[in-house]
């Protein structure tokens, strides 16, 4: 029992929102934080381990698949409680139902070499821009740096990997033969002189490359984001759709706002984004949302 | 003085990533700036790997010379 009528009044609101999930237990229910990116601060950390030892009945916490904490067995009775020292120490809840979800990022390109895209930023940005945003199911986004795609980018509603496009320079090129080596796509076929024959058709824009070019003969064009949309998994997995490459990193908040906009007009309550492509065509979506973004 | 001339060696076949690079920085750094290491590898991953961290730890890849039993790699120390 909550001590005051206004404190039962924000279970209410809260329990809206999801972030509580019931469980077995009688009462018990699990308690989803907000973890953008899976990025916790180490003192943040510490002060969710009290709380979690304070009132979870279970004695533990789960990580959950989209890198959230959650509190696992806090009593209704305690979710005033628990929500307050969690606020106490800016952390805040996640969500559940249909709307945009917490977003998912892989470590992004600050400390991991294999990073293209800042990802971690961008889950920061789209965490405090759009989180909650209603829509007609769940709407799940992830940001992978690099095209190694640790985060599952083709399983999201709408999905975004860093890529790099390579650009040679005959000059610098000493034909070492490096870049072949480091080429996993077979893009790039050494000829006679050593020097490289690239297959662009081949290329997945990992940038292997130009990080293996002993003289910078390899140098970044232009970096970006992939874009791929309508994926989902659960009973029924569905593989995104490949909507774009090389979105400019400052458009990408703009990319998800007219991508909810099109899916609240063209879809149905219920329904995923990729059931709305599979109903009306992936055609008209990347007509009518993709195409101004795409650098003539 | 060619550059292309090493000052020390290290025989890296047989050693798994990243241990091979570990012994390459560690060699490195008993070294002296502009003197060059000819670091040898096997084909494969440690030749996809050991170049890339060498490049990214400052260092330069000089030469790459292939030989029936895998590749030698002349490293040139960088300034520190």
């Not at chain 1, 149905?268 to 979506?285: P, S």
Request: neutral net charge; aromatic residues 8%.
């Amino acid at each position: 029992m909550s001590e005051n009528t206004d404190a039962g009044k924000i279970d209410l609101n809260e329990l809206k929102s999801g972030g509580f999930i019931k469980q077995n237990q009688k009462d018990l229910f699990t308690v989803r934080l907000r973890v953008p990116g899976g990025r916790l601060d180490v003192d943040k950390m510490a002060k969710i381990a009290a709380v979690a030892k304070k009132y979870s009945k279970m004695g533990y916490c789960h990580l959950s698949f989209r890198q959230s904490v959650e509190i696992i067995g806090v009593h209704i009775d305690d979710f005033d409680a628990a929500v307050k020292e969690l606020a106490e120490f800016g952390q805040p809840i996640a969500s559940c139902g249909p709307r945009i979800r917490v977003p998912t990022a892989c470590g992004g390109n600050e400390y991991n070499p294999n990073g293209i895209m800042d990802a971690q930023k961008k889950a920061m940005e789209v965490d405090k821009e759009l989180f909650g945003t209603t829509c007609h199911h769940k709407f799940k986004i992830s940001f992978s740096a690099c095209p190694i795609d640790c985060a599952r980018t083709r399983g999201m509603d709408l999905g975004f990997q860093g890529v790099v496009d390579p650009h040679w320079k005959d000059d610098p090129c000493t034909g070492c033969t490096l870049c072949e080596k480091a080429c996993l796509e077979g893009a790039i076929v050494a000829a006679e002189d050593g020097k490289p024959i690239f297959y662009r058709e081949k290329c997945v824009y990992c940038g292997d490359c130009i990080k293996a070019c002993p003289t910078d003969a390899w140098t970044p064009k232009r970096k970006g984001w992939a874009v791929r949309a309508g994926g989902k998994h659960g009973r029924h997995p569905r593989t995104a759709d490949n909507i774009m490459l090389f979105l400019l990193d400052e458009k990408v908040l703009d990319f998800i706002s007219k991508t909810v906009e099109w899916y609240n007009a063209n879809g149905t309550r219920g329904e995923r984004i990729g059931t709305t492509f599979d109903r009306v065509g992936v055609e008209k979506y990347k007509e009518e949302v993709a195409r101004p973004f795409i650098e003539s | 003085m060619g550059e292309n001339v090493a000052d020390e060696e290290i025989d890296l076949r047989g050693v798994l990533c990243p241990i091979n690079f570990v012994k390459t920085k560690l060699k490195l750094e008993m070294m002296e700036s502009g003197q060059v290491l000819e670091v040898t590898l096997d084909d494969g991953e440690p030749m996809r790997s050991v170049p890339r961290s060498i490049k990214e730890e400052g260092h330069k890849v000089i030469k790459v010379e292939q030989f029936d039993d895998g590749y030698k790699i002349l490293v040139k120390k960088a300034d520190s």
